[in-house]
């Protein structure tokens, strides 16, 4: 089981790397092979690994934006 907590945080360690702010989804989902569902899962598990990272929609483009401050 510790095993796959490392392989996973390593996994998460370098996804959430090439995860730039401002990049359009849709240039990790066609370098990645992902569809919008598995990409959901993936900022789920970034989640629990304590990898904050946020989809926002920008004038019609969803884009990465991470460390993005709590709302009060």
Same mark, same amino acid.
């Given at each position: 089981?510790? &095993?796959? !907590?490392? #392989? &996973?945080? +390593?996994?998460?360690? !370098? *996804? @959430?790397? @090439?995860? !730039?702010? &401002?990049?359009? *989804?849709? #240039? =990790?989902? +066609?370098? =990645?092979h992902v569809s919008f569902a +598995?990409?959901?899962? *993936?900022? +789920?598990?970034?989640?629990? @690994?304590?990898? $904050?990272?946020?989809?926002?929609? $920008?004038?019609?483009? *969803?884009? =990465?934006k991470k460390n993005v401050p709590?709302?009060?």
């Open positions: 089981m510790e &095993d796959t !907590k490392r #392989t &996973d945080l +390593e996994f998460i360690n !370098k *996804i @959430y790397k @090439y995860m !730039k702010n &401002d990049m359009p *989804i849709e #240039t =990790f989902m +066609e370098k =990645f +598995e990409l959901n899962g *993936i900022l +789920e598990l970034c989640k629990l @690994y304590g990898k $904050e990272i946020e989809l926002v929609n $920008e004038n019609g483009t *969803i884009i =990465f709590k709302k009060a």
